[in-house]
T-cell receptor
Framework: EAQVTQNPRYLITVTGKKLTVTCSQN?????MSWYRQDPGLGLRQIYYSMNVEVTDKGDVPEGYKVSRKEKRNFPLILESPSPNQTSLYFC?????????????FGSGTRLTVV | GQQVMQIPQYQHVQEGEDFTTYCNSS?????IQWYKQRPGGHPVFLIQ?????EVKKQKRLTFQFGEAKKNSSLHITATQTTDVGTYFC??????????????FGKGTLLTMNP
């Protein structure tokens, strides 16, 4: 089944403890992206990657890192999480950046930083 | 920068009533996409519009792209309980070369009496 898989689905952590949210797609998509969703603010892009070893900042990149060493994986790294990073995170992928075939989203990761 | 405004933010209907959400961009778009997110779920791609004045239908859903390619609408006829969720538009802007950006609106939450 074609899908984007995120792990974990839920995570509660403490301020300053490094964490990684994994994202993997099995559709051979070139484009991958991370979004955070907050009430009243919609979906905001954190980082994106147009291909292996090519990443770039989205609208809200502060406090986040990403890497794209393989085409299928695009992990999101929070080196020192803070409470304002409590949010619902989605990974998405598409054949191309233009997403003319639409973006496929993962099931989401609900992160709470205390 | 590109802004995509979506109205209304919330809409409560009685089952069987019609529903419309509107999307407006501050700039001319190359394409517009629509997504649906069920409560507790992830955004799911519904459709893409590319041409000026384009109209597409999916059963009870009608999608329109404005003549100036700066606005779009989603109309649902005779809503059903399965239509409950948040509907997002996402406007694509191509500013030349590989500079393409897809910006999501904040979404319209459709609720219904059980």
């Amino acid at each position: 089944e074609a899908q984007v898989t995120q792990n974990p689905r839920y995570l509660i952590t403490v301020t300053g403890k490094k964490l990684t949210v994994t994202c993997s797609q099995n559709m051979n998509h070139e484009y991958m992206s991370w979004y955070r969703q907050d009430p009243g603010l919609g979906l905001r892009q954190i980082y994106y990657s147009m291909n292996v070893e090519v990443t770039d900042k989205g609208d809200v990149p502060e406090g986040y890192k990403v890497s794209r060493k393989e085409k299928r994986n695009f992990p999101l790294i929070l080196e020192s999480p803070s409470p304002n990073q409590t949010s619902l995170y989605f990974c998405a992928s598409s054949l191309s950046r233009t997403g003319f075939d639409g973006y496929t989203f993962g099931s989401g990761t609900r992160l709470t930083v205390v | 920068g590109q802004q995509v405004m979506q109205i209304p933010q919330y809409q409560h209907v009685q089952e069987g009533e019609d529903f419309t959400t509107y999307c407006n961009s501050s700039t001319t778009l190359s394409n517009i996409q629509w997504y649906k997110q069920r409560p507790g779920g992830h955004p799911v791609f519904l459709i893409q519009l590319v041409k000026s004045g384009e109209v597409k239908k999916q059963k009870r859903l009608t999608f329109q792209f404005g003549e100036a390619k700066k606005n779009s609408s989603l109309h649902i006829t005779a809503t059903q309980t399965t239509d409950v969720g948040t509907y997002f538009c996402a406007g694509g802007e191509n500013s030349g070369g590989s500079n393409y950006k897809l910006t999501f609106g904040k979404g319209t939450l459709l609720t219904m009496n059980p």
